[in-house]
């Protein structure tokens, strides 16, 4: 962290040698910014170029991912049979998972998977949140390398439990073929079925998640971008639509908040579903 | 990382983002945290203290009833030992009860006898003190009529009356005697 801080300091002396500083960037505008795909691709804090290239993202993706587990440890050390409010607050994130979304999609099966699917909800939810903390101001999910992951991790979830269960035979059967339809119809079902199955189910995944994320941030910095010109550039009535813009980048804030929570819901639920389809007897 | 590289890195991405590498474009940062502060500041003074009171509630509940639990649980053990020590108790005084009432038999036993002993020795008494008067009655009055029949007799047989009582009664005191003395000396 002392070196990256440096970077900072040494980056604004370099800065202000040629233009405005970090912070008076801050409180002037020089014209309006509108965000672009460059957002997700910061410049690189090392290994520029090569696969260990380490951005600013990379960085809120360990941050996120300590926080969380720090957060965690904590409770988990501190644990008693009568919770106190931390602990309460905890529990409660833990019996969302275990009450809305393990049981009601997989029943008394689901216990052995709650593990997984509490550590994919609770980093999912880390991840995302991290696009409206200050100094953070990205998702760690908003670059599609951590949801694909993520969705992979379930892919060989569902898949390896499928076949550990059924054999690879009666996976296949059982998933591609499924009973109850006329023989001819295989012929279409069967294709859409595979599509599904191996390919569909985590490319979904992955790509719900990073779309919501992209999308939340383009939104949210397109807002305090408009925000930024309106109320330093922009002059007389103009100036009064920075309240608008502000308005409306606090609702989104708001709105990617929920987000946040939403797809972090929907990835696990789905990863329950599709587990629970991956065990069934036949459906 | 020198600042040359970040300078050429900040010149590769151009002026749209201005090539800070560790934080966020200046008016993401400015905004977001305008309103993350308003956020904060209504969670802070409005939502948590509400969740808190609700998990503090919920904590005392779960607290209450562990107690209300252990409560409940010491006065059962506390109902058992009584009992049991309440059985012990009342197994003690039977015990006690029925030794005293063998004691208290034997007693009346005992008691039982030794007046039967008394009454029979009391009977036999008085029937012998009976039997030993009537009999000194009896040899009061033979010694009386024996003489008198004896004298009558003798006065027959002698033709001579023993009428004068002082001699007669020594005759007859001596006849007695000697006839006493023979029975003694037979029995």
Known sequence: MGNLLAAVVSAEAADSGESKSYIQQMFSSDGFHAPSIAEFFPPAIFGDGTIFEFNRIMLIRVIAAIALLTIFWIAASRAKVVPNRFQGGIEFMLDFVKGQIVEPVMGAEGKKFLPFLTTLFLSIVFFNITGVIPFLNIAGTSLIGLPLVMALWVYVMYLYQGVKKHGLGGYLKNSLFPPGVPKPIYILLTPIEALQVFILRPATLALRLAANMIAGHLLLVLCFAATQYFFFEAAGAMKAMSAVTFAAGFAFVL????????????FTMLSAVYLNMALEEEH | MTAQ?????????????????????????????????????????????????????????????????????????????????????ARAEAARIREDARVEAA??????????????????????????????????SLRTEVGTLATDL????????????????????????DLESTVKAEG
């Open chain 1, 255 to 266: 709105f990617e908040i929920f987000v946040a929570l939403l797809q972090a819901y929907v």
């Open chain 2, 5 to 89: 590289t970040l300078l050429m890195a900040a010149e590769e991405h151009g002026a749209e983002t201005e090539g800070n590498i560790i934080l966020p474009a200046p008016y993401d940062l400015l905004w977001s945290i305008v309103i993350f502060t308003i956020i904060a500041v209504v969670f802070a003074r409005v939502i948590l203290p509400k969740l808190q009171k609700v998990l503090d509630e919920r904590a005392e509940l779960i607290q209450g009833g562990i107690e209300k639990a252990e409560k409940a649980q010491a006065e059962a053990a506390a109902a058992l030992e009584e009992y049991t020590a309440q059985l012990t108790e």
């Open chain 2, 107 to 140: 007693q009346i036993l005992a008691e039982a006898r030794r007046r039967a002993g008394t009454d029979a020795e009391r009977i036999v008494e008085t029937a012998q003190r009976q039997i030993d008067a009537e009999r000194h009655q009896a040899v009061v």
């Open chain 2, 154 to 177: 003798a006065s027959r047989i002698v033709g001579e009356s023993l009428a004068d009582d002082a001699r007669q009664q020594r005759v007859i005191d001596a006849f007695l005697t």
